[in-house]
């Protein structure tokens, strides 16, 4: 009778045991298949090429890998918030993910500037991918966001920015009274040079360029000058570039990172990092084959200053760098570390 007992006893605990193991495994299993949802706000246009080779490509390829855990929900520009308040709201978490262009936070990150368009720094995209990934740029831009405003940061793409004008610039004394459309740093850099650079809105350029009241432009580089119409007027297009930056940049909420599962956390991390070695090339062989196309059907041509002029240019532009550094410290550290880079592989 015991006996039977013991084994009433045994075979309820076994059956507890194995409710309470299945209740645990289904609710690990639960959590594990949950599936989290995100808001990311672009300063994209939904016209924008950069929004479907850039937002929608990240956000496919995090749903993929995270097996459909994370979902993220795109925004274009200025559907939830003004384009230069995505900074603020990625950091007030009202959404947890954002892409803006570093020019807009520059108050916020004064050694952003680097990557908003410092002008005549790299010559080439691959020369400011050095910069920002292996020597140290993007990291040190990292820290601060991290620890002073609770958000993580990544550099979207490196890319030109090239002036495309009505007559070719064969010299630095080309510059000279040439009516130009230009804006932030690199306006007060062509005005330096000589040009008479102005602002004028996204809308207002073709019209300004086809009545004469300026003489070029720089709107990216080829493809937005071949989005925009440029070389309907403008047959020329310089290069060097007048600045290669990374202007476009992605944020997150710490907070709501943290929160993600730590496999959801490495997809997240990784996704970024590839992104932007892949997003880069592409940028670039995207331009090489808009150019060719201008040049067969619109006959653009290249103009390319001469080596010695290169280098008036960058004292020039290095004399800018330096008022630039003097606005913050960590600034000035950023453009220090730019300008042994710089040294290093002979472009200053």
């Not at 690990?28 to 989290?36: D, H, P, R, S």
């Not at 630095?172 to 130009?180: H, N, V």
């Amino acid at each position: 009778m015991k006996t039977k007992r013991i084994m009433k006893s045994a075979l309820v605990f076994a059956m507890t045991a194995g409710f309470m193991l299945a209740s645990s495994f289904g609710s690990n299993l639960f959590a594990a298949g949950k599936v989290i949802k995100w808001k990311a706000h672009a300063h994209y246009p939904s016209s924008s090429p950069s929004y479907q080779d850039s937002v929608i490509v990240v956000a496919d390829k995090i749903k993929e890998r995270t097996g459909g855990r994370l979902v993220i929900e795109t925004y274009t520009a200025n559907s939830l918030v003004p384009s230069k308040e995505i900074f603020n709201a990625v950091k007030r978490g009202m959404v947890q993910m954002g892409v803006t262009a570093a020019s807009y936070f520059r108050a916020q990150i004064p050694a952003v500037g680097i990557a908003a368009g410092l002008p005549y720094t790299f010559k080439t995209p691959a020369q400011a991918a050095y910069f920002f990934k292996r020597k140290g740029y993007e990291k040190m831009i990292q820290d601060i966001a991290l620890e002073k405003h609770g958000l993580l940061f990544f550099i979207d793409r490196a890319y030109p920015t090239e002036l495309v004008v009505k007559k070719p610039i064969s010299s630095i004394d080309d510059f000279k009274g040439l009516k130009l459309r230009s804006s932030g740093v690199i306006q007060k850099y062509l005005t330096s040079l000589g040009a008479a650079a102005s602002y004028i809105s996204g809308a207002e350029v073709y019209t300004s360029l086809s009545t004469g009241v300026v003489d070029g432009a720089h709107w990216g580089a080829v493809q937005g000058a071949a989005k925009m119409n440029f070389y309907d007027m403008c047959k020329y297009h310089l290069r060097p570039a007048l600045t290669v930056a990374g202007t476009d940049t992605w944020l997150i909420n710490q907070k709501a990172f943290n929160k993600l599962p730590a496999d959801i956390q490495a997809i997240v991390k990784q996704v970024m990092e590839e992104h932007f070695w892949q997003r880069s090339n592409q940028y670039e062989h995207q331009e090489a084959v808009t150019l060719a196309k201008a040049q067969q059907s619109k006959g653009v041509k290249l103009s390319i200053l001469p080596q010695a002029d290169q280098k008036k240019m960058t004292q020039i532009a290095e004399k800018l760098w330096d008022k630039e550094a003097k606005t913050d410290p960590t600034y000035a550290k950023a453009i220090n570390m730019m300008k042994d880079y710089l040294r290093e592989i002979g472009a200053l």
